[in-house]
């Protein structure tokens, strides 16, 4: 992975992030300052599901202008589509959001941070990368 490569950070790594657990928050930190984080649309709308003040959603507003945003578009969606049926096949299904997700990541050849390894690492082809990896 180079040093200047987008890594997409899914919705569990991001709650971590914002409450301050660690390595996660170190972590999505490191890739802020470095101008390398990514974020779905997917986790994006699973983060706005949860908040509860004003000052998540400034937060959420503020992460969402920092980081680079992987849209769902036609290729994604194809490509979750095309997890969907593999998954299925060997009956390794995951949810809905996460086959999304990981079809951004597909479609946009980005990393995956996540701590939700048993979900994606069924994912032929999805590079994982795990917060402790950043932190060294």
Same mark, same amino acid.
């Given at each position: 992975?180079?040093?200047?490569?987008?890594?997409?950070? *899914? #919705?569990?790594?991001?709650?971590?992030?914002?409450?301050?657990?660690?390595?996660?928050?170190?972590?999505?930190?490191?890739?802020?300052?470095? *101008?390398?984080? @990514?974020?779905?649309?997917? #986790?994006?709308?699973?983060?706005?599901?949860?908040?509860? #003040?004003?000052?998540? /959603?400034? *937060?959420?507003?503020?992460?969402?202008?920092? @980081?680079?945003?992987?849209?769902? *578009?036609?290729?994604?969606?194809?490509? @979750?589509?095309?997890?969907? &049926?593999?998954?299925?096949?060997?009956?390794?299904?995951?949810?809905?959001?996460?086959?999304?997700?990981?079809?951004?990541?597909?479609?946009?050849?980005?990393?995956? /941070? #996540?701590?939700?390894?048993?979900?994606?690492? &069924?994912? &032929?082809?999805?590079?994982?990368?795990?917060?402790?990896?950043?932190?060294?």
């Amino acid at each position: 992975m180079g040093a200047s490569e987008r890594i997409v950070a *899914d #919705t569990d790594v991001l709650i971590d992030f914002f409450s301050g657990a660690e390595p996660a928050a170190g972590a999505v930190t490191k890739l802020l300052m470095e *101008d390398r984080l @990514a974020v779905t649309t997917l #986790t994006l709308f699973e983060l706005a599901c949860g908040i509860r #003040t004003e000052g998540q /959603l400034r *937060d959420l507003e503020l992460l969402t202008q920092a @980081a680079f945003v992987v849209v769902l *578009d036609s290729r994604a969606a194809l490509k @979750a589509g095309a997890v969907y &049926r593999e998954l299925r096949a060997k009956g390794e299904l995951i949810g809905v959001a996460d086959l999304l997700i990981a079809g951004c990541c597909l479609a946009a050849e980005m990393p995956l /941070l #996540t701590r939700n390894r048993e979900h994606f690492e &069924r994912v &032929r082809g999805l590079e994982l990368v795990q917060a402790g990896e950043l932190a060294e």
